[in-house]
T-cell receptor, first 112, second 115 residues
Framework: GENVEQHPSTLSVQEGDSAVIKCTYS??????FPWYKQELGKGPQLIID???NVGEKKDQRIAVTLNKTAKHFSLHITETQPEDSAVYFC???????????WGAGTKLIIKP | EAGVAQSPRYKIIEKRQSVAFWCNPI?????LYWYQQILGQGPKLLIQ????????DSQLPKDRFSAERLKGVDSTLKIQPAKLEDSAVYLC?????????????FGEGSWLTVV
Protein backbone atom coordinates (compact mmCIF):
# COMPACT_ATOMS: atom_id res chain seq x y z
CA GLY A 1 0.00 0.00 0.00
CA GLU A 2 0.91 3.67 -0.08
CA ASN A 3 3.54 4.94 2.32
CA VAL A 4 4.36 8.61 2.91
CA GLU A 5 7.61 9.66 4.55
CA GLN A 6 8.08 13.20 5.80
CA HIS A 7 11.29 15.05 6.75
CA PRO A 8 12.47 16.65 8.91
CA SER A 9 10.55 15.78 12.04
CA THR A 10 11.50 19.13 13.58
CA LEU A 11 12.55 22.30 11.78
CA SER A 12 13.69 25.47 13.51
CA VAL A 13 14.15 28.63 11.42
CA GLN A 14 14.74 32.28 12.14
CA GLU A 15 11.76 34.54 11.66
CA GLY A 16 11.81 35.92 8.15
CA ASP A 17 13.75 32.99 6.71
CA SER A 18 12.28 30.27 4.50
CA ALA A 19 11.24 26.78 5.58
CA VAL A 20 11.08 23.67 3.40
CA ILE A 21 9.43 20.37 4.35
CA LYS A 22 9.76 17.34 2.11
CA CYS A 23 7.65 14.24 1.60
CA THR A 24 8.08 11.14 -0.50
CA TYR A 25 5.41 8.67 -1.50
CA SER A 26 5.59 5.12 -2.73
CA UNK A 27 2.51 4.59 -4.92
CA UNK A 28 2.86 6.13 -8.37
CA UNK A 29 -0.95 6.06 -8.72
CA UNK A 30 -1.34 8.75 -6.04
CA UNK A 31 -2.73 11.89 -7.62
CA UNK A 32 -3.64 14.31 -4.84
CA PHE A 33 -1.24 15.80 -2.30
CA PRO A 34 -2.59 18.11 0.42
CA TRP A 35 -0.69 19.85 3.19
CA TYR A 36 -2.30 20.40 6.57
CA LYS A 37 -1.29 22.70 9.42
CA GLN A 38 -2.13 21.66 12.97
CA GLU A 39 -1.87 24.17 15.78
CA LEU A 40 -1.74 23.04 19.39
CA GLY A 41 -5.11 21.80 20.59
CA LYS A 42 -6.76 22.07 17.20
CA GLY A 43 -7.58 19.80 14.32
CA PRO A 44 -5.56 19.84 11.09
CA GLN A 45 -6.43 22.57 8.61
CA LEU A 46 -5.79 22.38 4.86
CA ILE A 47 -3.35 25.09 3.77
CA ILE A 48 -2.55 24.09 0.20
CA ASP A 49 -2.89 21.10 -2.10
CA UNK A 50 -1.62 19.98 -5.48
CA UNK A 51 -2.76 17.45 -8.04
CA UNK A 52 -0.57 15.23 -10.16
CA ASN A 53 -1.13 17.20 -13.36
CA VAL A 54 0.51 20.31 -11.85
CA GLY A 55 4.17 20.79 -10.92
CA GLU A 56 3.88 23.81 -8.64
CA LYS A 57 1.23 25.82 -6.87
CA LYS A 58 1.54 29.05 -4.88
CA ASP A 59 -0.66 30.86 -2.42
CA GLN A 60 0.94 34.02 -1.04
CA ARG A 61 3.87 32.88 1.16
CA ILE A 62 3.16 29.18 0.70
CA ALA A 63 4.06 27.03 -2.26
CA VAL A 64 4.04 23.31 -3.00
CA THR A 65 6.11 21.55 -5.65
CA LEU A 66 5.59 18.05 -7.01
CA ASN A 67 8.07 15.80 -8.78
CA LYS A 68 6.12 12.81 -10.05
CA THR A 69 9.16 11.06 -11.46
CA ALA A 70 10.95 11.09 -8.15
CA LYS A 71 7.70 10.70 -6.21
CA HIS A 72 8.29 13.55 -3.86
CA PHE A 73 6.59 16.84 -3.02
CA SER A 74 7.63 19.75 -0.86
CA LEU A 75 6.10 22.61 1.09
CA HIS A 76 7.86 25.96 0.94
CA ILE A 77 7.07 28.78 3.35
CA THR A 78 8.77 32.10 2.69
CA GLU A 79 9.18 35.07 5.04
CA THR A 80 8.23 32.94 8.03
CA GLN A 81 6.26 34.54 10.85
CA PRO A 82 5.64 33.47 14.47
CA GLU A 83 2.13 32.32 13.56
CA ASP A 84 3.64 29.78 11.18
CA SER A 85 4.78 27.76 14.21
CA ALA A 86 2.76 24.53 14.14
CA VAL A 87 2.93 20.89 13.07
CA TYR A 88 2.67 20.40 9.32
CA PHE A 89 1.44 17.16 7.75
CA CYS A 90 1.71 16.04 4.16
CA UNK A 91 -0.61 13.42 2.74
CA UNK A 92 -1.21 11.50 -0.46
CA UNK A 93 -4.34 10.04 -1.97
CA UNK A 94 -5.47 8.06 -4.99
CA UNK A 95 -8.73 6.78 -6.32
CA UNK A 96 -12.33 7.69 -5.68
CA UNK A 97 -12.57 6.69 -2.02
CA UNK A 98 -10.31 9.56 -0.99
CA UNK A 99 -8.30 7.79 1.67
CA UNK A 100 -5.51 10.09 2.76
CA UNK A 101 -2.22 8.49 3.75
CA TRP A 102 -0.46 10.85 6.13
CA GLY A 103 3.15 11.64 6.84
CA ALA A 104 4.36 11.67 10.43
CA GLY A 105 4.43 15.46 10.68
CA THR A 106 7.01 18.22 10.98
CA LYS A 107 7.12 20.51 13.97
CA LEU A 108 8.05 23.96 12.65
CA ILE A 109 9.51 26.37 15.17
CA ILE A 110 9.94 30.01 14.22
CA LYS A 111 12.61 31.70 16.32
CA PRO A 112 12.12 35.43 16.98
CA GLU B 1 -20.43 28.55 8.15
CA ALA B 2 -20.20 26.46 11.30
CA GLY B 3 -17.33 23.99 11.42
CA VAL B 4 -17.22 20.39 12.55
CA ALA B 5 -18.39 20.19 16.16
CA GLN B 6 -17.12 17.54 18.57
CA SER B 7 -17.80 16.72 22.20
CA PRO B 8 -16.56 16.19 24.76
CA ARG B 9 -13.24 17.98 24.22
CA TYR B 10 -11.50 16.12 27.02
CA LYS B 11 -12.16 12.81 28.74
CA ILE B 12 -10.23 10.82 31.31
CA ILE B 13 -11.36 7.26 32.01
CA GLU B 14 -9.96 4.17 33.62
CA LYS B 15 -9.03 1.17 31.50
CA ARG B 16 -11.89 -1.20 30.81
CA GLN B 17 -14.41 1.65 31.08
CA SER B 18 -16.41 2.89 28.11
CA VAL B 19 -16.52 6.27 26.41
CA ALA B 20 -18.50 7.85 23.60
CA PHE B 21 -17.64 10.78 21.36
CA TRP B 22 -20.11 12.80 19.35
CA CYS B 23 -19.63 14.63 16.08
CA ASN B 24 -21.78 17.04 14.10
CA PRO B 25 -20.31 17.59 10.62
CA ILE B 26 -20.57 20.69 8.48
CA UNK B 27 -24.13 21.09 7.23
CA UNK B 28 -24.68 19.31 3.95
CA UNK B 29 -21.49 17.25 4.08
CA UNK B 30 -22.27 13.69 3.04
CA UNK B 31 -18.94 12.17 4.03
CA LEU B 32 -17.89 11.84 7.66
CA TYR B 33 -14.61 10.49 8.98
CA TRP B 34 -13.30 9.45 12.37
CA TYR B 35 -9.54 9.57 12.81
CA GLN B 36 -7.33 8.56 15.72
CA GLN B 37 -4.25 10.70 16.30
CA ILE B 38 -1.67 9.47 18.78
CA LEU B 39 0.69 12.12 20.11
CA GLY B 40 3.53 12.76 17.67
CA GLN B 41 1.89 10.91 14.79
CA GLY B 42 -0.31 11.72 11.85
CA PRO B 43 -4.04 10.97 11.91
CA LYS B 44 -5.08 7.39 11.22
CA LEU B 45 -8.46 6.75 9.60
CA LEU B 46 -10.74 4.61 11.74
CA ILE B 47 -13.95 4.77 9.76
CA GLN B 48 -15.48 6.66 6.85
CA UNK B 49 -19.20 7.15 6.25
CA UNK B 50 -20.95 8.20 3.07
CA UNK B 51 -24.32 9.44 4.30
CA UNK B 52 -25.29 6.68 6.76
CA UNK B 53 -23.36 3.88 5.03
CA UNK B 54 -19.85 2.71 5.90
CA UNK B 55 -17.31 3.21 3.10
CA UNK B 56 -14.22 2.00 4.97
CA ASP B 57 -13.77 0.60 8.45
CA SER B 58 -10.75 -1.58 7.75
CA GLN B 59 -8.64 0.02 10.50
CA LEU B 60 -11.35 0.12 13.15
CA PRO B 61 -10.64 -2.33 16.04
CA LYS B 62 -14.10 -3.78 15.90
CA ASP B 63 -13.72 -5.82 19.07
CA ARG B 64 -13.80 -2.60 21.09
CA PHE B 65 -14.64 0.30 18.78
CA SER B 66 -17.99 1.01 17.16
CA ALA B 67 -19.38 3.94 15.25
CA GLU B 68 -22.73 4.87 13.83
CA ARG B 69 -24.28 7.60 11.74
CA LEU B 70 -27.91 6.60 11.84
CA LYS B 71 -29.56 9.54 10.09
CA GLY B 72 -26.66 10.45 7.85
CA VAL B 73 -25.81 13.56 9.88
CA ASP B 74 -24.43 13.25 13.44
CA SER B 75 -22.13 10.41 14.38
CA THR B 76 -21.04 8.68 17.56
CA LEU B 77 -17.80 6.78 18.16
CA LYS B 78 -17.75 4.41 21.11
CA ILE B 79 -14.91 2.56 22.80
CA GLN B 80 -15.72 -0.33 25.11
CA PRO B 81 -13.70 -1.51 26.95
CA ALA B 82 -10.94 1.07 26.72
CA LYS B 83 -7.26 0.14 26.82
CA LEU B 84 -4.28 2.29 27.78
CA GLU B 85 -3.16 2.41 24.14
CA ASP B 86 -6.45 4.09 23.19
CA SER B 87 -5.16 7.33 24.71
CA ALA B 88 -5.23 9.68 21.74
CA VAL B 89 -7.08 12.52 20.09
CA TYR B 90 -10.16 11.41 18.19
CA LEU B 91 -10.74 13.70 15.26
CA CYS B 92 -13.99 13.91 13.38
CA UNK B 93 -13.91 15.34 9.87
CA UNK B 94 -16.29 15.87 7.01
CA UNK B 95 -16.26 16.59 3.30
CA UNK B 96 -18.96 17.44 0.83
CA UNK B 97 -18.58 14.16 -1.06
CA UNK B 98 -16.24 11.27 -1.54
CA UNK B 99 -13.63 11.66 -4.20
CA UNK B 100 -9.93 12.20 -4.54
CA UNK B 101 -9.07 15.83 -4.09
CA UNK B 102 -12.06 16.81 -1.98
CA UNK B 103 -11.18 19.02 1.00
CA UNK B 104 -11.59 17.43 4.39
CA UNK B 105 -12.52 19.73 7.27
CA PHE B 106 -11.56 18.66 10.79
CA GLY B 107 -13.06 19.35 14.17
CA GLU B 108 -10.87 20.30 17.12
CA GLY B 109 -10.82 16.75 18.42
CA SER B 110 -11.76 14.85 21.56
CA TRP B 111 -8.76 14.17 23.78
CA LEU B 112 -8.95 10.80 25.53
CA THR B 113 -6.68 9.73 28.36
CA VAL B 114 -7.01 6.16 29.61
CA VAL B 115 -5.42 5.55 33.02
Amino acid sequence: GENVEQHPSTLSVQEGDSAVIKCTYSDSASNYFPWYKQELGKGPQLIIDIRSNVGEKKDQRIAVTLNKTAKHFSLHITETQPEDSAVYFCAASKGSNYQLIWGAGTKLIIKP
Amino acid sequence: EAGVAQSPRYKIIEKRQSVAFWCNPISGHATLYWYQQILGQGPKLLIQFQNNGVVDDSQLPKDRFSAERLKGVDSTLKIQPAKLEDSAVYLCASSSHTGSGNTIYFGEGSWLTVV
